[in-house]
């Protein structure tokens, strides 16, 4: 490796401060990013991640603060201002449109024209070279983008982003939605164009991804700069105290043997018999009992979220049926299933969660609402006391039940659309990916809350992508493949090798 | 300071005082008001009673807005409750019996309704964007008021329906009661129930909001219905006024104006929060805009083009990043030391 010492870094960002009313999101934070590394910036919620990146890609400003790139002080107004001097990002959600071809998202607003007319075939090309050259990934390019996994559309959001000649890539979360392979596919991409030269800026919650790619490590907390160290120099336990600070043991101090705790009962209070949709998940037989912890596991696209959709009515079943023990009555929409006692927290939080124009206060009373009609309102005041007791319990930040949702950070938005179905008291609670894209110590509250659910009675639904979570709060596990349920597993047999063999198949 | 301008009326307020203040100048005696037998007179009243049918269908237009949608049929079903109206009681006996102008109102009424109901049926069941569903209306409608009318512009003498839009109660306009209630109305409907609430989460948002258990196509169907109720009775004052029904011109672009009221108002064309006072604020002053450019005395051909260009200007005052470049202009020019800031290439 080359001495990074003796380099001036190609971006170096010093006493960065940006406040937004009530809240000081960065306080004097420096960052430095070198040609040829991979940095991994790592924090908590909250800890100011996304704002940084924000401010270096235009998209706010700063209140104060030096920004160099190449030794040159840059002040980018916009997104496409950061483009222009080099710095593209590729964000968790892809932003690129999903009904232009691959080519057309590659190349919109810069298509090779001659004497004003796009040449079609010439980007098709262009955009094939680009693809298979830099990133090794042959596809036809003239399919509509959203013909392809999500894993494939990031690599060609970063195949755009190259080819707007970028010197510094940044990775907002690009694994999250990525299996094994998949994430192994965009780090096999990564190294490639590390050493081709490329500074590249990393975020991740996985702490397995930060030391497998990352050369460089940036922690930051509560909008202040913590410490730059090597990865190699950093061990995983002070990386993660000087994250959390002092709440370094809270996960730790999970107990592995949770299992044992349900409430173990026999009584059935839902049975899904032969459901299944065509196209989404082949029919099955899953039983959820009172106070029960059911984890769903299996690789992304296995049918995981297909199932829960189906209990929540969120899509039509169109084979089996769900039998509640309580009543007879069938399934059709969002609506049923809430008369039912079910709530549901799905998987896109922003697209299917939050309404982010509305208050953290209306978010919460919302679906409440909902069921008790137009007329039958919940006075202001209980409002407001709804509103104050979730956020008080559930640690919501900033506390304030008027702050709008979509100014919230992630983990925040989570919890919220969590507090509208608390509020419920939900006799089934369906966690689609709950602790997706949130810092260790909101994951920790949150697989903590379903415990103390569990214990309650309620059942809790749960899907995770990081199988060590799903062992961890599951009294069973019921095992997806390719769209199909394959395995329960119970109890004491629920093991991380039993559980792998299972999805692994064979 | 920051927290007035801050305030969604601030806008929109600020833009309707400059231009009543334009009138003070040009013409100062444009704010006194005169009794006559009983009757106030003067510009304001005016403003009031004139703008009475843009401020109704503004109002229904700003919820449809809410939800995402927009309501291009306003101006047919302007028309078309007129007609329908107008041929109910020219058909009658006696024009000027009570019950029968009483019918005639009802039977304009649930048409309208009936109307909205096609409107929210479309965008909902069919899952028509709402821009064509309404759209269609907006070219049909005209065709059915004037099957209506028979192709006929009809005139009635019938003193008790002319008095929806010309009469006068407690020195004041009837019209100005009117509007007085069913913005009270739409004011009490949304913000005292939960149904401003459902508007706006299913207008946000509405996958979300499916899957919070809102019946969001209820609610659609509704704001559309409100929405065709609100265009209907404005479709009354305006051929009460004049006491005939004219298929082809009642109502004539009215669905612009009335977006343009509900867009100056605060409401975002894309959904989500709306402004009820805002859209009231904003259509009174297109209405004074309209008188001001009468009592100015500009020539009928380019009252247009001057409208068009005042439009313009209340857009690009409200609009906050055009603001900021003008304020930013402004500064740089006037402190040549401090250099703009460099962009590289």
């Avoid at chain 1, 919940?378 to 979730?390: H, P, S, T």
């Avoid at chain 2, 109307?115 to 409608?141: D, E, S, Y």
């Amino acid at each position: 490796m080359i001495n990074m010492i003796d380099r001036q870094p190609i971006l170096q960002m010093s006493g960065i401060y940006k406040s937004f009313p009530g809240v000081r999101a960065l306080k004097g934070v420096d960052f430095r990013l070198f040609a040829g590394e991979v940095h991994a910036l790592m924090g908590e919620n909250g800890a100011g991640k996304s704002t940084l990146i924000k401010t270096l890609t235009g998209v706010y400003s700063v209140d104060e603060g030096k920004v160099l790139l190449d030794g040159k002080a840059i002040r980018p107004q916009s997104p496409q201002d950061a483009q222009e001097v080099g710095i593209s990002t590729v964000y968790q959600e892809v932003n690129l449109c999903p009904n232009l071809t691959v080519a057309e998202n590659i190349y919109i607003g810069r298509e090779p024209r001659r004497f004003g007319i796009i040449q079609w075939k010439e980007m098709n090309k262009n955009a094939s070279a680009l693809l298979s050259e830099r990133l090794s990934l042959h596809i036809d390019v003239s399919l509509p983008l959203q013909s392809y996994s999500v894993a494939i559309q990031q690599l060609i959001a970063i195949a755009r982003a190259l080819s707007i000649s970028a010197k510094v890539l940044i990775l907002d979360e690009p694994t999250s939605s990525l299996d094994r392979n998949e994430v192994q596919q965009l780090f096999a991409i990564m190294r490639k164009l590390k050493n081709e030269g490329l500074a590249i800026l990393f975020v991740t919650h996985f702490l397995d991804q930060v030391y497998e790619i990352s050369d460089r490590i940036t922690i930051l907390r509560n909008g202040e700069f913590v410490g730059e160290s090597l990865a190699d120099n950093l061990p995983r336990i002070e990386l993660v105290s000087r994250m959390i600070g002092k709440e370094l043991n809270l996960l730790e101090e999970m107990p592995k043997s949770q299992h044992e705790e349900h409430a173990e009962s026999d009584d059935i209070w839902v049975e899904a018999s032969n459901l299944g949709r065509t196209g989404a998940i082949e029919p099955f037989n899953l039983v959820i009992r009172r106070g029960e912890v059911v984890g769903l596991a299996g690789l992304l696209g296995s049918g995981r979220t297909e199932i829960a959709r189906l209990f929540f009515g969120a899509d039509r079943a169109d084979q089996g049926k769900l039998k509640f023990a309580k009543s007879s009555e069938a399934i059709r929409s969002p609506r049923d299933a809430i008369s039912q006692g079910i709530g549901f927290c799905p998987e896109n939080r922003k697209i299917e969660g939050i309404i982010d124009d509305l208050s953290v206060r209306e978010n919460i009373i919302l679906a409440l609402q909902a069921t008790r009609g137009w007329f039958r309102t919940i006075n202001r005041k209980r409002q407001d006391e709804i509103a104050e007791q979730y956020i008080g319990t559930l640690n919501i930040n900033p506390p304030n039940p008027e702050h709008l949702v979509k100014n919230l950070s992630g983990g925040n938005q989570q919890k919220v659309i969590l507090a509208r179905w608390l509020l419920m008291q939900p006799e089934l609670l369906i966690l689609d990916e709950p602790t997706r894209g949130i810092d260790v110590g909101a994951k920790a509250e949150i697989q903590k809350l379903v415990m103390s659910l569990s214990k309650r009675g309620t059942s809790v639904l749960f899907i995770s992508s990081e199988l060590e979570e799903v062992l961890r709060v599951s009294g069973r596990i019921a095992v997806l493949r390719d769209r199909r349920l394959v395995k329960e597993i119970e109890g004491q047999d629920i093991s991380p090798h039993h559980v792998m063999q299972a999805i692994a198949g064979g | 300071m920051n927290r007035i301008m801050k305030h969604h009326l601030f806008w929109p307020l600020t833009m309707l005082g400059a231009l009543l203040l334009f009138n003070l100048f040009h013409s100062p005696d444009f704010f006194s008001i005169k009794m006559q037998g009983g009757h106030l007179y003067g510009n304001m009243i005016d403003i009031l009673n004139f703008g009475a049918p843009l401020i109704l269908v503004a109002v229904g237009m700003t919820l449809v807005i809410a939800t995402k949608g927009i309501d291009l049929s306003v101006g047919s079903i302007v028309a078309i409750a007129g007609a329908m109206s107008c041929m109910t009681i020219s058909k009658g006996e006696d024009q000027n019996s009570l019950s029968l102008v009483l019918m005639a109102v009802g039977l304009a009424l649930v048409l309208s309704l009936v109307l909205g109901l096609w409107n929210g049926l479309l965008v909902t069941g069919a899952g028509i964007q709402p821009i064509i569903a309404t759209l269609i209306l907006m070219v049909a409608g005209r065709g059915i008021a004037q099957l209506i009318t028979d192709g006929q512009i009809i005139t009635l003498s019938s003193p008790k329906y002319a008095y929806i839009g010309t009469g006068s109660l407690a020195t004041l306009p009837f019209s100005i009661f009117i509007v007085a209630v069913v913005f009270a109305a739409a004011s009490l409907l949304t913000r005292k129930s939960a149904l401003g609430l459902f508007i706006e989460s299913v207008g946000t948002n509405p996958q979300a909001s499916r899957l919070a258990g809102i019946r969001s196509n209820i609610v659609i169907v509704a704001v559309y219905m409100f929405c065709g109720l609100c265009a209907g009775i404005a479709g009354l004052l305006l051929s009460s006024n004049v006491s005939s029904a004219d298929g082809n011109n009642a109502g004539l672009w009215y669905e612009l104006d009335a977006i343009l009221a509900v867009v100056i108002g605060g409401t975002s064309l894309n959904g989500g929060r709306f402004y009820l006072s805002g859209t009231l604020v904003g259509a009174l002053m297109i209405q004074t805009l309209s008188t001001t450019i009468y009592s100015v005395g500009i020539a009928p051909e380019i009252t247009l083009v001057v409208k068009a260009f005042v439009v313009l200007a209340v857009c690009l005052i409200q609009s906050e990043s055009f603001r900021k470049a003008v304020i930013r202009r402004w500064k740089t020019r006037h402190y040549p030391g401090e250099k703009e800031v460099t962009r590289h290439a």
